[in-house]
């Protein structure tokens, strides 16, 4: 069986990747954010599980894994993610190593939190925004095009809500997959650095 979880980053797909992997055998291939897919031997003797980020900026061939048997689409509450970005992005290498930028806006953040009326959240997209496109050059796509095409090209996704992963409320996915998730959805000390709050609707603090 080939199972991949689609997802926007900060949204919970590595959660829900580990979760799925806990009850497959060893031995399965696992492929963690690779911008495409390309069939191995063994792919029909054991399973695979994928994890691919639509995101628009990144440059993933996502109809390589059309032929998947298994494709899950993890949705969350716009707010909660784009308050998330907000706080993650600044573990991004190339803004670590622009010291005053980053003491900057952990400022304006510290601000925030003791003013909320002292800056906008706009203000401080904006920020984000600017200093992407001043370190990375990164050209922004239609946030919503790989939405579009991934759902054009995949009319059998399963749509996951985050906030039903967050309750445990996996009876529709569990039936779609055919397996019991059992056992945690803990992370990998490797990919510590993206994991959140593993809680929903705190959007507002």
Known sequence: MKIVIFGLGKIGTTALYYKILNPLPLGTRVLFELTEYVNKPRDGEVPVLAKVLIDSFLNNNISSFKDFDKKILI??????KLISVLLYFIFNKPFISNYEFLIHYVKLVECKEK????????ELLKMRDNWKSIELSIKEED???KLSNLYGENEDLFILRYEDFVDGKLDELEEYLGFKLEGNSEVLEEHKSVERTKSKGDWKN
């Open 75 to 80: 949705i969350r509450y716009p707010r909660d």
């Open 115 to 122: 003013d909320p009326k002292s800056i906008s959240i706009l």
């Open 143 to 145: 946030p919503l095009g």
